[in-house]
């Protein structure tokens, strides 16, 4: 099933897809353009972890003229009020030059996860959403890099539209990728070319640090960032997930 | 205050003087290339939380922790700070800057948290704060924040700038070099007058 969770009428609902539409815990059958979206993603009682991969696909990592792949993840974090809903807005900064979009398969864990072997890693994943993790070169600096700076600008993180429930997605590490700018395509790939897979690194992150119901991995963008610029209609598009629409103002 | 939720608490690197002296030219070298201009943030996630008087689990394999001792803003709204906590930021040791030390720092209860938090007029200027770090006992750090790069309003308004921080936030004022280590069976006590004792015993990971 896909999950939304929108704003209607003053109060957040939650929603499931049906024939193209959202259909409200209500009962209600409404249209995506008549709802706000939110991030697809039930509270937490604690701030979620939201852990961001860098240069996992081998292209991308040659595409910023980082020469070989690394061999271990490079991985950050950011803080919640990075996230945005579909069909939203995301700021750039007056004195941007070089901004882009980063189309990333975005896991959803679903059960606490300790010391968790790679051959049961999908047992812990609740869920598959679309992130767009938004870059402003302009301000990365070589200290604890990304920085927050580039990566938790509010709002610059949009996820969604919906939360699939991980058994509607038998493989993760097979899912096409596109990003479409006004409609161009200007990215394209392919999960199978991750680095590093989505159980490797639930293995590897369990290994040091308890991963909790809600927790978020954005697991990287491949070959095929480009400058966006205000007005433009940036799609970031996986597989079975669903279209997430983002215009820069 | 201790009715708002905890939110997400970042940490801050190189806000302290004695960071920028310990590191001297290679702030300039590969792969620095040069000091930073924004302030360098970092997320303490939620599994790293420990309150005062847990004890703190030191995985196998380690021999030795850092010590982060700080205080850090608690907010009330973006701007508005609703006062000022001891913090214990553990670390595994890592001489590394270029990329966030995510595997050595966010490892589970690897941040004690205190629980008296002040406001500005009980706490008072943060500018004179004055922490005082012992292990078993035995003092091993004073640090002083009138030696902070920027000190808190200028940081608060720094990273406002391109951030903004909710309610139940926690932003740390930095740690000072060097940070006294100490391994499992060791209890750490970080002092302030104002705010109390924040006070945790590491244990060695049950095999």
Redesign the interface.
């Known amino acids: 099933m896909k999950h939304a969770r929108v704003m209607l009428g003053g109060r957040i609902h939650n929603a499931v897809e049906k024939d193209g539409q959202l259909l409200l815990e209500d009962k209600r059958l409404v249209g995506e353009d008549a709802v706000t979206w939110l991030p697809p993603l039930p509270p937490t009682g ?4 939201i ?1 961001a991969l860098g240069l996992n696909y081998a292209d991308h990592a040659k595409e910023l003229a980082f020469g070989k792949a690394p061999e271990e993840p ?9 996230l945005n809903g579909h069909r939203q807005f995301t700021k750039r900064p007056d004195d941007a030059t070089f901004m882009h979009y980063e189309c990333e398969l975005a896991v959803v864990i679903g059960r606490t996860a ?1 010391k968790v072997q790679r051959d049961d890693a999908y047992d812990f994943v609740g869920g598959y959403t679309v992130a767009n993790d938004y870059a402003i070169r302009d ?1 990365l ?5 990304p ?3 580039v990566k ?3 709002g610059a993180t949009p996820l969604g539209p919906w939360l699939v429930d991980a058994r509607d997605i038998p493989d993760p590490m097979a899912l096409a990728l596109r990003t479409t700018v006004n409609g161009q395509v200007t990215q394209q790939g392919n999960t199978k070319d991750m680095i590093f897979d989505v159980p490797f690194l639930i293995e590897y992150f369990s290994r ?5 119901p809600g927790d978020l991995i954005l697991t990287g963008t491949p070959d095929g960032v480009a400058d966006c610029r205000k007005g433009d209609v940036v799609v970031t598009e996986i597989e079975g997930l669903g279209a997430l629409v983002n215009t820069i103002q | 205050m201790t009715d708002i939720a ?3 608490v ?1 940490g801050t ?2 806000n302290f003087r004695g960071e920028l002296e310990a590191l001297g030219p290679r702030m300039n070298e590969a ?4 000091p ?8 303490k ?5 420990s309150e005062n008087g847990a004890r703190i689990v030191v ?1 196998a394999g380690v021999d030795e922790v850092e010590i982060g001792a700080s205080v850090a803003m608690v907010m009330k709204s973006a701007t508005e700070v609703a006062g000022y906590v001891l913090v214990n930021d553990l670390s595994l040791p890592q001489p590394n ?7 050595y720092n ?3 209860g690897f941040l004690a948290i205190g629980d008296r938090v002040r406001a500005r007029n009980e706490a008072g200027d943060p500018a004179v704060f004055e922490l005082k770090v012992r292990v078993n006992g035995e003092l091993k750090q004073t640090v002083r924040f009138s030696n902070l790069v920027r000190p808190a309003d200028k940081l608060l308004a720094d990273v406002g700038a ?3 921080l ?1 309610p139940g ?1 926690m932003l740390m004022l930095g740690c000072d070099t060097p940070r006294p280590r100490a391994r499992a069976g060791d209890t750490i006590e970080i002092t302030m007058p104002a705010l109390g004792t924040l006070s945790n015993t590491l244990v060695a990971e049950a095999a």
Request: net charge positive.
């Open positions: 604690r701030p979620r972890t852990l490079l991985v950050f974090l950011k803080g919640e009020r990075s300790k301000y600096e070589n200290w604890y890099r920085n927050l700076r938790n600008r509010d040091f640090m308890t991963l909790h | 905890r939110g997400t970042y690197l190189l792969p620095y290339q040069a930073p201009t924004a302030p360098v943030l970092y997320v996630p939620a599994n790293a939380w995985p800057f270029y990329r966030p030390p995510v595997k966010c490892l589970d391109f951030m903004t909710g936030d």
